[in-house]
């Protein structure tokens, strides 16, 4: 039997407070792609820019988190940086809020390499 579904309202200013910690979340995610391929490749922001017919520093504003990015630029910086936006929906029961201290098995998780995610960036939406 399906078990009842809380309808209780979400105040505005958790909603804002979650949307914060999704948005950095994602701009952390965006920004590490970003060094590793200008390690690994050389690939700079300008080249970025020239891939997507955008101003260097637009996107220098961007990896910097200087300005509110909508899923498709974040989208399209993802791909010039031959990589696959993915965004995730986990049920709240199990996901621990991103703005409190991580928990040992979580920084364990943090460290762990990533080779065989192919070229993807995983944005999750949370609760926190």
């Known amino acids: 039997m399906p078990t009842k579904v809380n309808a209780q309202r979400i105040s505005e200013a958790t909603l804002a407070q979650q949307w914060f910690s999704f948005l950095h979340g994602a701009l952390g995610e965006l920004?590490?792609?970003f060094r590793r391929i200008n390690k690994?490749?050389?690939l700079t922001q300008k080249d970025i820019g020239a891939k997507l017919g955008m101003?260097?520093?637009r996107v220098s504003k961007c990896l910097r988190g200087r300005t509110n990015m909508t899923l498709r630029t974040m989208h399209n910086l993802a791909r010039a940086m031959d990589c696959r936006l993915v965004i995730s929906l986990q049920e709240l029961g199990s996901l621990r809020p991103t703005?409190?201290?991580p928990t040992?098995?979580?920084?364990?998780e943090k460290v762990t390499p990533t080779g065989?995610?192919?070229g993807t960036m995983i944005v999750?939406?949370?609760?926190g």
């Open 31 to 33: 920004q590490s792609a």
């Open 40 to 42: 690994t490749k050389g």
């Open 55 to 57: 101003d260097p520093a």
């Open 99 to 101: 703005n409190r201290p």
């Open 104 to 108: 040992i098995a979580n920084q364990i």
């Open 116 to 118: 065989s995610s192919g």
């Open 124 to 127: 999750s939406a949370s609760n």
